[in-house]
């Protein structure tokens, strides 16, 4: 039997990358979109990946892409203009007639959201569902475990998890358990088109537990360091994030602390989509700590961790109220968190709305 074709977007990013070598694991053939060749590109290409090199705001591009493909994944790029690059694959996808397109949404997705990159997401859940002739299923996380890898180094290094989160409560999933889930999607669309599915971790945790877990994965004490979003932004523009991700990020950290990610959750759908139970947080833990350079020991990284620390000190705090007028960035006549929008809190909440039954927090 001939499997079919898959396109994987964005497949040097965080879930596209565990995605399509899942799918090539399993035998699929498997067409890597990506925007620049990187150490990752190498990896797919080495595990048989179809690498095409492209830019998803280029109509000729997609349309290129999109030639033998039967299934595909939406991955959104972190761009100023993320509606653009969504509606132009919209377009393409139904010129090309696939049978089946996973997207990868938000789990605070609604359209009063002060957050532009989260209202572009719930416009372009309406903008699929107008293609006659694509199934479509949404794959909606939260906040994914490798977030909080970001601060390893400290952590590793310092003994301090810095990041301001409040006590929101969170189940954390891995890179992997969500491509799992939309794998198990790609994989089998008949069963889950038109559905939504969230990937959570076994367990609903607080800041603390997080960095207990740490403690005991790198044995020595770890200490959650609830520090202030001017800190936390001066700290994402020293790691060289895109402007355009650090000033969405702070209306995020803001939901964590608002609750947002503990709401509906832990869920069952990795187990139930994705076909494995999933990865509790100690083991996601421990495979960044042996991938990870900065988490091993040493004078030289302790150095390095307390210049990073010193360089966002000496930063300037950003304006991201004046970045995001500069770049002419759509608003909201009344913004509203997830947690205080009303229809998505009863959506949101309600057992088994996302296709998977809820797990006993």
Not at 70 to 93: D, E, K
């Amino acid at each position: 039997m001939t499997l079919p074709k898959i396109l994987i977007t964005n497949a040097n990013g965080k879930t596209g990358f565990a995605a399509a070598l899942q799918l090539l694991a399993q035998g699929y053939p498997v067409r890597a979109f990506v925007h620049h060749r990187r150490l990752l590109t190498s990896q797919l290409e080495q595990a048989g990946a179809e690498i095409f090199v492209g830019d998803m705001a280029d109509m000729s591009s997609l349309n290129r892409a999109m030639q033998g493909i039967q299934r595909a994944y939406l991955c959104i790029p972190a761009t100023s203009n993320p509606l653009f690059y969504g509606v132009s694959f919209a377009v393409a996808a139904q010129a090309a007639k696939l049978e089946a397109v996973v997207m990868m949404g938000q789990w605070l997705s609604h359209p009063q959201h002060p957050s532009l990159a989260t209202r572009s997401i719930n416009l372009m859940d309406t903008i699929l569902s107008w293609m006659p002739d694509v199934g479509v299923a949404t794959v909606n996380p939260g906040w994914f475990a490798d977030n909080y890898m970001g601060v390893l180094g400290a952590i590793a290094q310092l003994g301090l998890m810095p990041l301001p989160l409040g006590q929101g409560l969170n189940p954390p999933p891995s890179n992997e358990d969500i491509a799992r889930v939309i794998v198990g999607v790609l994989t089998n669309p008949a069963r889950h088109l038109g559905k939504t599915y969230r990937p959570t971790g076994p367990d609903l945790l607080s800041p603390e537990e997080i960095a207990a877990t740490f403690a005991r994965v790198l044995n020595r004490p770890v200490k959650y360091l609830d520090i202030s979003d001017r800190l936390f932004l001066k700290a994402m523009q020293v790691q060289g994030l895109s402007p355009f991700l650090q000033s969405q990020l702070r209306y995020y950290v803001e939901e964590y602390r608002r609750n947002a990610f503990a709401v509906g959750g832990p869920t069952n759908a990795v187990l139930e989509v994705g076909g494995h139970p999933p990865e509790d947080f100690e083991t996601i833990v421990r495979r960044y700590v042996a991938q990870r350079t900065e988490a091993q020991r040493s004078f030289a990284n302790q150095l390095h961790a307390v210049w990073n620390f010193a360089q966002i000190l000496l930063t300037p705090a950003p304006d991201w109220d004046r970045y995001e007028g500069r770049q002419n960035h759509p608003k909201v006549g009344q913004p509203v968190y997830a947690p205080d929008f009303a229809a998505w809190v009863e959506s949101h909440g309600r057992e088994g709305a996302f296709g998977a039954s809820l797990v006993n927090a």
